[in-house]
């Protein structure tokens, strides 16, 4: 892999998350999970030398990868050209993401919660996707647990996420300070009614902003607005279920102290 990061010209940046897999089973291993079928469109985040993509062009009807680093983009481009490929240079977080049926990517773990974000406000299948151990668990808290945060939230509303398994952080070249572990994302509709889903995800930002203040104090500072009262306006965020904030977000907007942002 040295050899090959060399004749690229490439050295590893820490600010890009470059660490690149260096076991190709482990790459199988995420692309079966992802039952990847001929007329499946894939998403790859962050190819890097390709140690997932050579597994998803074989698969995948058409692969879709995003990489930031312009030297490896070139390198690519020559490595699957006899593939259905489409290599777009630039930032995940900056570009506008075409249409795809699964994502499957080692992602660069700077960027888990923006592009997180970003993904699900996507219609997708599913997605196999690589974080840091600590970064999955927050994934997963519910309310009055450890790490229950903006990103728990938007996650268990939107989507089910499993864990399948670790990888040690000896499996990257040059290895992360951490272990990672892979999880399946399955977009799902809420459990609850959400009538307001973008509105929702601004209101739980804004909360999750404001995280020590009451929700009354909260809401006035986050959307520039003055209120008597609120449903759980005495009570901080982090004891609210995400249904809790759907029903505060629908009050907030049916009696106008914000506007709804849906359509928009
Ligand atoms: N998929 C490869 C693997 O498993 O070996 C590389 C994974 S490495 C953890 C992350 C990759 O994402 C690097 O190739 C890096 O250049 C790229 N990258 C980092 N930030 C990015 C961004 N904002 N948008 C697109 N690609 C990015």
Do not use: W
Request: glycine share 6%; proline share 5%; with cysteine.
């Amino acid at each position: 892999m040295q050899t090959r990061l060399k004749k690229i010209g490439i050295t590893p940046t820490r600010s890009l998350g470059q660490n690149f897999l260096k076991d190709e089973s482990i790459a199988e291993r995420e692309v079966n999970a992802a039952d990847v079928k001929e007329e499946d469109t894939v998403l790859e985040i962050g190819p890097g030398l390709g140690t997932l993509t050579d597994e998803i062009v074989e698969v995948a009807g058409k692969t879709i990868a995003v990489e930031k680093d312009e030297k490896l983009v070139g390198y690519l481009a020559g490595r699957y050209k006899d593939y259905d490929f489409q290599i777009i240079e630039g930032d995940v977080l900056d570009i506008d993401i075409p249409d795809f049926d699964k994502v499957v990517s080692n992602l660069p773990f700077s960027i888990s919660s923006p592009v997180t974000f970003k993904l699900l406000e996507h219609d997708f299948d599913l997605g196999i996707l690589t974080y840091q151990k600590q970064f999955a668990d927050r994934m997963r808290a519910s309310v009055g647990e450890e790490g229950y945060c903006r990103l728990s939230v938007m996650v268990s509303t939107l989507a089910e996420v499993e864990c399948l398994f670790d990888i040690s952080r000896n499996q990257f070249y040059p290895p992360p300070n951490v272990d990672a572990t892979v999880i399946r994302l399955t977009p799902t509709e809420p459990e609850f009614d959400l009538h307001y889903p973008k509105t929702f995800a601004s209101v739980v930002k804004e909360l999750f902003n404001y995280r020590r203040k009451k929700i009354k104090n909260s809401i006035e500072t986050g959307f520039d607005v003055e209120i008597e009262d609120v449903p759980y306006g005495e009570r901080r965020v982090e004891t609210l279920t995400p249904e809790q904030i759907a029903e505060l977000t629908e009050y907030l907007i049916e009696n106008d102290i914000i506007e709804s942002i849906e359509g928009g």
